[in-house]
């Protein structure tokens, strides 16, 4: 393994900020296999969701992908790795928030989160210091569930329209791509943005629609 990040540091020279450092590849490279590993079997699609998420560069790859494989063997050790990518990133709890939903998508690559992987991801929120219900939401947004659009949108179902649409407004400005970029966060780290924000959409006309079904059959039945 020591071999293998020495090869890996020829690539990356050290620079700032802390998510372009070799510590910061080395850890979410770690990180984001051993979570593939989590449910006992590291799948090949989950290897390529880690590449198309952090954009690994061509001549980088080979031994970017040395590491992974050789992180994959077991989760030992992952929650070091997790706590070192929260001291690193201690100051921006956003890219905190967008290392968790890459690795989301990373373990729904397969269609499936399973439970092993659920209770990884939940642990590793833990250590980034995400507070529960932002855990929930971004989960809802890999995690098909009927249950959870107001999980998503981050409201208690008895919001009102107003609080709804308002809460609405500010998660679409919050995902925006422009703020998004003038916050910091990485290009390779929006998609997994991009497909929160569907989810963040889905949730809410889902509500609406929900809200205009029932408000329809009072209707109904008052007459």
Same mark, same amino acid.
């Given at each position: 393994?020591? *071999?293998?990040?020495?090869?890996?540091?020829?690539?990356? !020279?050290?620079?700032? !900020? !802390?998510?372009?450092? =070799?510590?910061?590849?080395?850890?979410?490279?770690?990180?984001?296999?051993?979570?593939?590993?989590?449910?006992?079997?590291?799948?090949?699609?989950?290897?390529?969701?880690?590449?198309?998420?952090?954009?690994?560069?061509?001549?980088?790859?080979?031994?970017?992908?040395?590491?992974? %494989?050789?992180?994959?063997? %077991?989760?030992?050790?992952? %929650?070091?790795?997790?706590?070192?990518?929260?001291?690193?990133?201690?100051?921006?709890?956003?890219?905190?928030?967008?290392?968790?939903?890459?690795?989301?998508?990373?373990?729904?690559?397969?269609?499936?989160?399973?439970?092993?992987?659920?209770?990884?991801? *939940?642990?590793?929120?833990?250590?980034?210091?995400?507070? *529960?219900?932002?855990?929930?939401?971004?989960?809802?947004?890999? =995690?098909? %569930?009927?249950?959870?659009?107001?999980?998503?949108?981050?409201?208690?179902?008895?919001?009102?329209?107003?609080?709804?649409?308002?809460?609405?407004?500010?998660?679409?400005?919050?995902?925006?791509?422009?703020?998004?970029?003038?916050?910091? &966060?990485?290009?390779?780290?929006?998609? @997994?943005?991009?497909? +929160?924000? @569907?989810? &963040?959409?889905?949730?809410?006309?889902?509500? +609406? *629609?929900?809200?205009?079904?029932?408000?329809? =059959?009072?209707?109904?039945?008052?007459?």
């Amino acid at each position: 393994m020591a *071999q293998v990040w020495s090869r890996v540091r020829a690539f990356f !020279p050290e620079r700032k !900020p !802390p998510h372009r450092t =070799v510590a910061f590849t080395i850890a979410v490279t770690t990180l984001a296999a051993k979570m593939a590993k989590a449910d006992g079997v590291a799948l090949p699609v989950e290897a390529q969701a880690f590449e198309r998420m952090f954009g690994i560069p061509a001549h980088e790859a080979t031994n970017i992908r040395r590491l992974y %494989d050789l992180a994959t063997k %077991d989760v030992a050790g992952y %929650d070091a790795y997790a706590r070192k990518i929260a001291r690193l990133l201690h100051e921006e709890p956003h890219l905190l928030r967008s290392v968790l939903e890459c690795l989301f998508y990373i373990a729904a690559a397969d269609g499936v989160l399973h439970p092993d992987e659920d209770a990884f991801l *939940q642990d590793v929120a833990h250590i980034f210091e995400i507070p *529960q219900p932002e855990f929930l939401s971004i989960r809802c947004g890999f =995690v098909l %569930d009927p249950d959870c659009p107001y999980t998503v949108m981050g409201v208690e179902a008895e919001a009102s329209d107003d609080e709804l649409k308002a809460r609405h407004r500010a998660l679409v400005r919050e995902h925006h791509p422009d703020r998004l970029a003038a916050s910091g &966060i990485p290009a390779e780290f929006r998609a @997994a943005a991009d497909r +929160r924000l @569907a989810a &963040i959409n889905a949730a809410y006309d889902m509500i +609406r *629609q929900q809200r205009a079904s029932e408000m329809r =059959v009072r209707e109904e039945s008052a007459t």
